[in-house]
């Protein structure tokens, strides 16, 4: 009976094992499933009329991109990841063959291909564990893009609200201590010295203005640094188009 018992826990451990391995196989960029997402870019792409599996890595294919229906051949799948990718992303290539495309039909066509051919591309995004078209991957980069911008002037609008409550406190602080002070010397010693106070005061004011105007000087150019950065992301997100 005890030998039973551990049997069963042994082969439970082996399953486990095995369902865990296969899973992260499963989220790993390979050929496999870059094929299978290509696929499903394929059969997705508004512009194709027909794409149905013939045979192995064989594919009758029909387009209105350009003047082709024959047969669609993946040559090879290649898996590109680099060693210095931590976040687990990688590129995917499939090099193929349309059997009896003419060269006169590559040349007039030629725009139309190129469009096509940057459907063959793929990028395995590290986070969801699955591959993007390019259409999809720039839209993602450029999401993150802009929650990088946003983040960035969040992250600048509290430092200067930050900034603002230490100079109130450091500008008027000082100020209204030594208005204490100039009133309690004025009680005590009279009217005599009230124009020298009076002028340590307004010299006081007038460092403090020039502060203000210091402070006002840094958050315009914070500020031009944040246009700078939105109006570059904007240009990358345009060029892409």
């Known amino acids: 009976m005890r030998r039973l018992k551990t049997l069963t826990l042994f082969t439970a451990a082996l399953l486990t094992l095995a369902f865990t391995c296969a899973d992260v196989r499963a989220q790993q960029p390979t050929q496999t499933s870059l094929v299978k ?4 870019v394929q059969k997705d792409d508004p512009e194709t009329v027909t794409f149905e599996k013939v045979g192995e890595r064989t ?3 029909k387009t209105n991109r350009f003047p082709f229906d024959g047969e669609l051949k993946v040559l090879k799948a290649t898996v590109n990841q680099s060693e210095y990718a931590e976040d687990g992303t990688a590129t995917g290539v499939i090099e193929y063959d349309l059997v009896g495309l003419s060269d006169e ?5 030629e725009h139309s291909l190129e469009n096509w051919e940057a459907t063959n591309s793929l990028y395995f995004d590290g986070e969801s564990k ?3 078209s390019s259409e999809q991957y720039s839209a993602r980069m450029s999401a993150k893009s802009k929650e990088i911008v946003r983040t960035q002037q969040q992250r600048q609008q509290d430092k200067e609200q930050t900034g603002l409550w230490l100079w109130l406190a450091s500008t008027w602080g000082p100020l209204f201590g030594l208005a204490g002070f100039w ?3 004025m009680k005590k010693s009279g009217l005599k010295n009230q124009r020298q106070y009076m002028n340590m005061a307004t010299l006081h004011m007038q460092r403090s203005e020039e502060q203000m105007e210091l402070n006002r000087e840094h958050m315009k150019r914070a500020e031009e640094l944040l246009a700078r950065i939105a109006a570059a992301v904007e240009t990358a997100e345009r060029a892409k188009q």
């Open 59 to 61: 594919y009758r294919f």
């Open 37 to 40: 997402a290509w696929e499903e």
């Open 105 to 109: 039909v590559e040349k007039k066509y």
């Open 183 to 185: 009133a309690w010397l």
């Open 130 to 132: 699955s591959w993007l």
